[in-house]
């Protein structure tokens, strides 16, 4: 089946450093990939959405200079969270859809703590 | 815009017992496709079913299957047989009809499962 790898699993770092968060399709091309956020006990909410080949596309609110994300090939999706913060410490998940018969698969996603 | 509410945060199910997780959604599109995604405690997003709109019969996959009725935009998931590795939180969620169009979620409804 359709697998996206998502790594690290887990990271702590330390206020005011940079994290890259790494989102693999391994068994599929992925032209484009999402960037989501959780909070615990909440849903997930949409950062970005990653497009091969150009600028990613952010929802409203969300601060595309923090945020940086590069989708450089059809299987890899990278999300920087620079000069990181405590209030950025939360759960990212990236997904990505096989195919038009499928639903979006998902990461297994990353727990950001910034101390 | 489209927006997906899951007016139950909390659900209790007996093991073996049924139960029935509510979802309804908003939008104006006429194409489009709703999932079922569970997480368990391990946060991966796991697809449990997924409906295209244009089709009238109910989407089944074993013991999980759903009611959709398009006119009232009511999507809700019933869980025969509960086990207790159904324990987990559950999230519906909307597609526009793009195949890359973005992943809407619901606020997610948290089942517990009793022996």
């Known amino acids: 089946g359709a697998v996206v790898s998502q790594h690290p699993s887990r990271v702590i770092c330390k206020s005011g450093t940079s994290v890259k968060i790494e989102c693999r399709s391994l068994?599929?091309?992925?032209?484009?990939m999402f960037w989501y956020r959780q909070f615990p006990k909440q849903s997930l909410m949409l950062m970005a959405t990653s497009n091969e080949g150009s600028k990613a596309t952010y929802e409203q609110g969300v601060e595309k200079d923090k945020f940086l994300i590069n989708h450089a090939s059809l299987t890899l999706s990278t999300l920087t969270v620079t000069s990181a913060h405590p209030e950025d410490s939360s759960f990212y998940i990236c997904s990505a859809i096989p195919g038009a018969l499928y639903g979006y698969t998902f990461g297994s996603g990353t727990r950001l703590t910034v101390v | 815009a489209q927006t997906v509410t899951q007016s139950q945060p909390e659900m209790s199910v007996q093991e073996a017992e049924t139960v029935t997780l509510s979802c309804t959604y908003d939008?104006?599109?006429?194409?489009?496709?709703l999932f079922w995604y569970k997480q368990p405690p391990s946060r991966q997003m796991i697809l449990v079913i997924r409906q295209e709109a244009y089709k009238q019969q109910n989407a089944t996959e074993n013991r999980f299957s759903v009611n959709f009725q398009k006119a009232a935009k009511s999507f809700s998931l019933k869980i025969s047989d509960s086990q207790l590795g159904d324990a987990a939180m559950y999230f519906c969620?909307?597609?526009?009809?793009?195949?890359?169009?973005?992943?809407?979620f619901g606020t997610g409804t948290l089942l517990a499962v009793q022996p």
């Open positions: 068994d599929f091309q992925a032209t484009t």
């Open positions: 939008t104006s599109e006429s194409d489009y496709y």
């Open positions: 969620a909307y597609q526009g009809g793009g195949a890359t169009n973005k992943l809407i």
